[in-house]
């Protein structure tokens, strides 16, 4: 399984993101492995970010996705697309893998 988290850096050690639209990266895992890490083109500007990052993930072949708060679009677009989704934040990434 393809599980995208959201996260304030590139590694396992970063902890997961506080708001999943404007995550700084989100690190991609398949099998519990880093397979890519995506800068979030989304982090900074105006609205819509959380319907982008989800179009970006869903493209990417996610079929989950773990960050913190997640906004009402973001959620629409997910269930939608039937991806899962959970809310966690404060902790290591390597935690939630």
């Known amino acids: 399984m393809k599980i995208a988290i959201g996260s304030e850096g590139k590694t396992s ?3 997961v993101s506080k708001v999943c639209g404007r995550a700084t990266y989100f690190q991609i895992y398949e099998d519990a492995k880093l397979v890519e890490v995506i800068k979030n083109p989304f982090k ?4 819509g970010a959380g319907s982008g990052v989800a179009k970006m993930l869903i ?3 996610v ?3 773990i960050c913190g708060k997640l906004g009402p679009n973001m959620v629409q677009w997910l269930e939608e697309k039937k991806v899962p989704y959970e809310e966690i934040e404060g902790m290591p990434v390597k935690e939630v893998i």
């Not at 900074?44 to 609205?47: L, R």
């Open 44 to 47: 900074v500007g105006g609205g």
């Open 59 to 61: 493209d990417k072949g």
């Open 63 to 65: 079929e989950k996705i």
């Open 13 to 15: 050690k970063d902890l």
